[in-house]
């Protein structure tokens, strides 16, 4: 699976959008964008993903550049809830193991 | 709807001492299982994965093993543990089959934080 490089940390106001970038210059055709994120003590839990076109849900909007090299995630109103490390990863979507490889992530710090 | 279980919750055990985890799935059917560890500061770590009863590969060498002895079932274990094993152990489970984009990847049980001291 590709590497993906994210900030280590950024800090957000409560109420403004969090723009969460992510560089995934090697991915492949196959290979979709996943966003997850973990809560301090608790498991990642899985927030969007996305192939090439630009994605949302009721948690997120993922945007993915035209040459898929690199994603932003953006939460339109953060909340001090989303404080947590956003992991960005890419994955073959296809055969059966669909293992996921945890970077380092982005630690958002939400702040009122 | 589906759900995972894990338990204990926290696990406070002495260095050379046994190691059982379980985590269980409910509502689906054939799933690919995950464990993963997360020390302290640090990202997860795929431990072992399973696509079926009694099939598991193990990513990383360690003295840790997993079996799964039912569909549902995943198992974590240690014949003693090492100080090094301490951490937050979460597993997984995902769909086993060939994913689509309507997939959501893998969804985490709630962690058992295990000590060694």
């Known amino acids: 699976d590709a590497k993906t490089t994210q900030p280590p940390s950024m800090d957000c106001a409560e109420g403004r959008a969090a723009n969460l970038p992510c560089n995934h210059s090697t991915i492949s055709g196959n290979e979709y964008v996943y966003w997850y994120r973990q809560i301090h003590s608790q498991g990642p839990q899985y927030i969007i993903h996305g192939l090439k076109n630009n994605e949302t849900n009721e948690m997120a909007s993922l945007i993915i550049t035209e040459d898929r090299k690199s994603s932003t995630l953006i939460l339109p109103h953060a909340t001090l809830r989303d404080t947590a490390v956003y992991y960005c990863?890419?994955?073959?979507?296809?055969?059966?193991?669909?293992?996921?490889?945890f970077g380092k992530g982005t630690k958002l710090s939400v702040k009122p | 709807s589906q759900t995972i279980h894990q338990w204990p919750a926290t696990l406070v055990q002495p260095v050379g001492s046994p190691l059982s985890l379980e985590c269980t799935v409910e509502?689906?059917?054939?799933?690919?299982l995950y464990w993963y560890r997360q020390a302290a500061g640090r990202g997860l770590q795929l431990l072992f994965y399973?696509?079926?009863?009694?099939?598991i590969s193990s990513e990383v060498p360690q003295n840790l093993s997993a079996s799964r002895p039912q569909d549902r079932q995943f198992i974590l274990s240690s014949k003693k543990l090492l100080l090094s094993d301490s951490g937050f152990y979460l597993c997984?489970?995902?769909?086993?089959?060939?994913?689509?984009?309507?997939?959501?990847?893998?969804?985490f049980g709630p962690g058992t934080r295990l000590t060694v001291l």
């Open positions: 997984a489970w995902g769909i086993a089959a060939p994913l689509t984009v309507g997939s959501r990847g893998q969804f």
């Open positions: 399973s696509v079926g009863i009694g099939q």
């Open positions: 509502g689906t059917s054939n799933p690919n």
């Open positions: 990863i890419v994955r073959v979507a296809t055969g059966s193991q669909g293992n996921l490889i």
